[in-house]
């Protein structure tokens, strides 16, 4: 065990460096092929202090689903450097998934703990909310909060765009049939595309 398994951590230390461990392992490999006794193991602690912390092997994945679902404000973002908004947020997203790219795989492409309705619904909840900071920081305004028609037609091309996103994620990180930069420059130009040409004929019919 290493010195700093071994040393006495705080309980939130604790807790974050069993989390992290469950990040990893969690992007390596199937869920059902994750034992709570490699999870314990490979954080250095006993599988009743990982019980204590999380409860249940599906507790702990349902925090790591958390911890990929959460979203830095996009509104923080500061355009600069020659780049647009676009620019900025693809770039921003991808620096986002990079440290854990398989796991963002795993958990945003179903292949978790199933059909588990609790989180299917806040990956359902997250596309949404991604979508709607998305057209926020394009300087979109179709009343994405009003329930109007238009702010759900526009919320529904940047929820299928995420598709795109996910699926180009995966040619990167796991097959590696693209580079970084291809999918940069994909997700930069459909993006645009969508923001120029199809929000606004989608919108307007």
Known sequence: MSTERARRLEPDERREQILECAIRLFGERPYSA?????????AGVTRGLLHHYFGTKRGLYVEVVRRMLFVPKLEMLEVG?????VEVAVDWFLDS??????TFIAVWGAE????????????????????????????IDSGIDSG????????????????????SVREWVREGNLTRDDV??????????????????????
């Open 148 to 167: 109007s028609p238009a702010g759900s037609r526009d919320r529904a091309l940047i929820r299928a765009y995420g598709g795109l996103v996910k699926g």
């Open 97 to 102: 998934v990079s440290p854990h790219g398989k």
């Open 112 to 139: 978790g703990v199933g059909d588990d309705p609790e989180i299917g619904q806040m990956l359902a909840d997250a596309d949404d909310l991604a979508a709607r900071k998305v057209l926020e920081t394009l300087g």
């Open 34 to 42: 994750v034992s709570t006794t490699e999870l314990a193991n490979e």
């Open 184 to 205: 940069r420059l994909l997700l930069i130009e459909s993006l645009r595309a969508i923001v120029s040409h199809v929000v606004p004929a989608v919108t307007t019919r």
């Open 81 to 85: 450097d020659g780049r647009d908004q």
